[in-house]
């Protein structure tokens, strides 16, 4: 049967891929410990390692040469912005996951934040069902905190959790559960399914008209700033929420040095917080915004030098538990105008580990290695969302959710080619190091030789 045609960003008609496994042999892999193994892929799982999946290479099997490549646990996004239903003008599942599996993810998070809210289990069981369809990642859906993200009454949380899609993960990213009463009752609530409220930290009555950090950069460019103490309160206050109730809180894209001392300090006293931090937060500083270029405007905002070398060592040292993309495609209109009106945002799901290689596993100045790479941004990410069949270890009889990369490949960050349906990374023009050849999702070929692979039979 032939699969659906969908449109890429061109217009052009493109063929879905299909569900399906294959038998795979991988030669000569590097494992994130630095060893060497064949793998065979069979049946979804990884069937055998070593010398049993070597005896199979002349049984007609298709065999792939990955000398020189390490192989990952798939990458599990806890953040993603889809944007679909409603603004299918920036994003669509279909587009959205297909770039995933290009960066190297076998599992996103699709943020809550769409037209309408994904604040029913109706519409977290339509985002699920079009990952499904799709078929290039498993789509975990994030469902809202409270009502159209209003900050007024809570979501349909129990009833999202016990929807088809199973959620476990509960944002209003983009607005700040600011309302403390409200954030104690969520956390309260998603206590009784093990969920977990995800924070966007930020204090709305300091940032009203801010656009970028607030400090020296902002003073001299004249454009409102957005203060650190914003985030960090928030912060402070929700893990003390979190203490109280003994429930699970999760913050958001965190950006300070500040909120990673209070995120330290409350891990020391045994509160159920986990952080996160974007690749973008990892490598660049507010420097960047000195050209007035809205592709470096984003929520929260790129801050100072001395932030960006906080975070890297809060993620190297397990204060922050993993790197999350924060995805989030606009169309050109959207960014194609003055630094004031612009939208807040920047793409990620394709350069991300590029980064992260950037910026934590080449650096001087912070250890960083191939199983750091892994557990912040597969096994972890898995653990916080409850994705209990995703970042497992490369294994046998473990599910075949496997990434292949380069690490001695570099590639030019190049907009429209770039697979995503928006045009606005923050890394245009810049050469990255660390190229994904291969992506395996289910022990299915989604990316091979770096190209998305379409496959038939999708009803």
Same mark, same amino acid.
């Given at each position: 049967?032939?699969?659906?045609?969908?449109? %890429?960003?061109?217009?052009?008609?493109?063929?879905?891929?299909?569900?399906?496994?294959?038998? $795979?042999?991988?030669?000569?892999?590097?494992?994130?410990?630095?060893?060497? #193994?064949?793998?065979? *892929?069979?049946?979804?799982?990884?069937?055998?390692?070593?010398?049993?999946?070597?005896?199979?290479?002349?049984?007609?099997?298709?065999?792939?040469?990955? +000398?020189? !490549?390490?192989?990952?646990?798939?990458?599990?996004?806890?953040?993603?912005?889809?944007?679909?239903?409603?603004?299918?003008?920036?994003?669509?599942?279909?587009?959205?996951?297909?770039?995933?599996?290009?960066?190297?993810?076998?599992?996103?998070?699709?943020?809550?934040?769409?037209?309408? &809210?994904?604040?029913?289990?109706?519409?977290?069981?339509?985002?699920? /069902? !079009?990952?499904?369809?799709?078929?290039?990642?498993?789509?975990?859906?994030? =469902?809202?905190?409270?009502?159209?993200?209003?900050?007024?009454?809570?979501?349909?949380?129990?009833?999202?959790? %016990?929807?088809?899609?199973?959620?476990?993960?509960?944002?209003?990213?983009?607005? @700040?559960?600011? %309302?403390?009463?409200?954030?104690? /009752?969520?956390?309260? $609530?998603?206590?009784?399914?093990?969920?977990?409220?995800?924070?966007?930290?930020?204090?709305?009555?300091? #940032?009203?008209?801010?656009?970028?950090?607030?400090?020296?950069?902002?003073?001299?460019?004249?454009? +409102?700033?957005?203060?650190?103490?914003?985030?960090?309160?928030?912060?402070?206050?929700?893990? *003390?929420?979190?203490?109280?109730?003994?429930?699970?809180?999760?913050? @958001?894209? !965190?950006?300070?040095?500040?909120?990673?001392?209070?995120?330290?300090?409350?891990?020391?006293? =045994?509160?159920?917080?986990?952080?996160?931090?974007?690749?973008?937060?990892?490598?660049?500083?507010?420097?960047?915004?000195?050209? $007035?270029?809205?592709?470096?405007?984003?929520?929260?905002?790129?801050?100072?030098?001395?932030?960006?070398?906080? &975070?890297?060592?809060?993620?190297?040292?397990?204060?922050? %538990?993993?790197?999350?993309?924060?995805?989030?495609?606009?169309?050109?209109?959207?960014?194609? @105008?003055?630094?004031?009106?612009?939208?807040?945002?920047?793409?990620?799901?394709?350069?991300?580990?590029?980064?992260?290689?950037?910026?934590?596993?080449?650096?001087?100045?912070?250890?960083?290695?191939?199983?750091?790479?892994? /557990?912040?941004?597969?096994?972890?990410?898995?653990?916080?969302?409850? &994705?209990?069949?995703?970042?497992?270890?490369?294994?046998?009889?473990?599910?075949?959710?496997?990434? !292949?990369?380069?690490?001695?490949?570099?590639?030019?960050?190049?907009?429209?080619?770039?697979?995503?349906?928006?045009?606005?990374?923050?890394?245009?023009?810049?050469?990255?190091?660390?190229?994904?050849?291969?992506?395996? $999702?289910?022990?299915?070929? #989604?990316?091979?030789?770096? #190209?998305?692979?379409?496959?038939?039979? *999708?009803?």
């Amino acid at each position: 049967m032939s699969a659906p045609a969908s449109k %890429d960003r061109s217009g052009a008609s493109v063929a879905a891929p299909a569900r399906g496994t294959s038998e $795979y042999l991988i030669l000569g892999a590097t494992l994130p410990d630095g060893s060497t #193994t064949d793998l065979l *892929l069979r049946d979804g799982v990884i069937a055998a390692t070593g010398a049993e999946a070597t005896s199979a290479r002349d049984s007609g099997v298709s065999t792939i040469d990955a +000398t020189g !490549l390490v192989v990952l646990p798939g990458l599990v996004d806890l953040h993603t912005h889809l944007r679909e239903p409603g603004r299918e003008d920036a994003e669509t599942v279909w587009s959205g996951t297909r770039a995933a599996a290009l960066g190297g993810f076998t599992c996103v998070h699709a943020m809550a934040n769409t037209q309408p &809210v994904a604040d029913t289990a109706g519409v977290v069981e339509q985002v699920w /069902r !079009l990952g499904r369809d799709a078929g290039w990642v498993d789509v975990r859906p994030v =469902g809202a905190v409270t009502v159209g993200l209003g900050g007024e009454r809570l979501a349909e949380l129990g009833a999202m959790a %016990d929807s088809a899609a199973t959620v476990r993960v509960f944002s209003d990213d983009g607005v @700040c559960v600011d %309302d403390p009463v409200l954030m104690r /009752r969520a956390l309260e $609530y998603v206590k009784a399914f093990d969920g977990v409220i995800a924070q966007h930290a930020q204090e709305p009555r300091l #940032t009203s008209g801010a656009v970028m950090n607030e400090g020296v950069v902002s003073a001299e460019l004249g454009l +409102t700033g957005w203060p650190a103490v914003a985030e960090e309160s928030i912060i402070a206050r929700d893990v *003390l929420l979190a203490e109280h109730v003994g429930s699970r809180v999760h913050i @958001c894209h !965190l950006s300070t040095a500040g909120s990673v001392d209070i995120v330290r300090w409350a891990k020391a006293r =045994g509160i159920q917080v986990t952080a996160e931090v974007t690749p973008h937060h990892l490598l660049l500083t507010d420097e960047a915004v000195r050209g $007035y270029d809205p592709q470096f405007k984003v929520n929260p905002p790129l801050r100072t030098a001395q932030d960006v070398l906080a &975070v890297r060592q809060g993620l190297a040292d397990g204060t922050i %538990d993993i790197v999350a993309t924060d995805h989030a495609p606009h169309p050109s209109e959207d960014k194609d @105008c003055e630094f004031d009106v612009a939208a807040f945002g920047m793409t990620g799901l394709e350069t991300a580990l590029s980064v992260v290689i950037e910026s934590m596993v080449l650096a001087d100045d912070v250890e960083f290695g191939w199983e750091d790479v892994a /557990r912040t941004m597969s096994s972890a990410p898995a653990a916080i969302g409850r &994705v209990h069949d995703q970042g497992r270890p490369v294994a046998v009889g473990e599910p075949a959710h496997l990434t !292949l990369v380069d690490p001695g490949s570099r590639w030019p960050v190049v907009p429209r080619e770039l697979l995503t349906a928006s045009d606005n990374t923050p890394f245009a023009g810049r050469e990255l190091p660390g190229r994904v050849v291969a992506t395996f $999702y289910g022990g299915r070929a #989604t990316v091979l030789d770096a #190209t998305p692979i379409p496959i038939e039979g *999708l009803a």
